[in-house]
């Protein structure tokens, strides 16, 4: 434990470090055999265990291995046509996500990704974003400087394409790629310090992969209903958690 924090992050524990690790792996595995999911969860996780100034880019480049990952794992399945106006759009949101959400208080951070959290379960977005992929890709890019997590906007969008499910998880984590590799950029750019937090992204990354080969294996041989269920408390919890802290600073 004492070699490990000589790698960790201030303001990371090496506790924390595993929690991590064994929420990155379940994260992947769920948005893997679900295709959606695992990235709400993995914040609303980071939120509780990382500083509030590196969750929203930490988040972010974790979920670029992940998605890549799994991109690459179902690379025949992707529906190309659907990333050309989506792509467009989030170069556009994150550019402008990025430039107000530097100037965000750690306790708006935790209330807002609480907040959106608890939306993404009880609510479902606007239909028409679903028609519009410029639009989609920029609204879901601007909010997800904020939030981490805006799979459900694409989620949306990727289900109007009506494809089979192994495509649907396919094209789903190719624009998710895309969102979270502009993201980073920005991050980078704005002057995130991702070098510091290098060695949790390539380990929480790893823990990723490992959750998304096995996700892959159990796509299409369960039964969702049960399971979303309890993704949908399990998730609720953890934001009313951030929430908590948020307005008591505890």
């Not at 980071?46 to 880019?57: E, N, Q, T």
């Not at 494809?163 to 502009?182: D, Y």
Request: glycine share 12%; proline share 4%; with cysteine.
């Amino acid at each position: 434990m004492a070699d490990l924090a000589l790698i960790l992050p201030e303001g990371l524990s090496a506790l924390a470090f595993w929690g991590l690790m064994a929420s990155s792996f379940i994260a992947s595995l769920i948005t893997a055999a679900l295709g959606i999911g695992g990235g709400a969860l993995l914040l609303a996780v980071m939120a509780s265990l990382v500083p509030a100034a590196a969750l929203i880019p930490v988040h972010g480049a974790v979920q670029l291995a992940s998605n890549a990952g799994r991109m690459g794992l179902l690379l025949k399945h992707v529906h190309w046509p659907a990333l050309k106006g989506f792509t467009l759009g989030s170069l556009i949101g994150a550019v402008l996500g990025g430039l107000v959400a530097v100037e965000l208080p750690p306790w708006i951070i935790q209330l807002a990704v609480g907040l959106f959290v608890i939306w993404s379960v009880l609510s479902k977005p606007p239909a028409w974003l679903s028609r519009f992929p410029i639009l989609t890709g920029g609204i879901s890019s601007f909010l997800t400087m904020f939030f981490g997590a805006t799979g459900l906007f694409i989620a949306g969008y990727t289900k109007s394409q009506n494809l089979p499910r192994h495509g649907h998880v396919a094209t789903h984590a190719a624009l998710m790629t895309v969102q979270h590799c502009l993201k980073v950029v920005v991050f980078g750019i704005l002057g995130f310090a991702f070098g510091a937090w290098l060695w949790v992204v390539v380990a929480l990354s790893a823990a990723g992969l490992a959750g998304t080969m096995l996700g892959r294996l159990v796509l299409g041989r369960m039964s969702e209903g049960g399971f979303r269920r309890a993704l949908d408390i399990l998730l609720v919890l953890i934001a009313l958690r951030l929430i908590w802290s948020a307005l008591t600073g505890s």
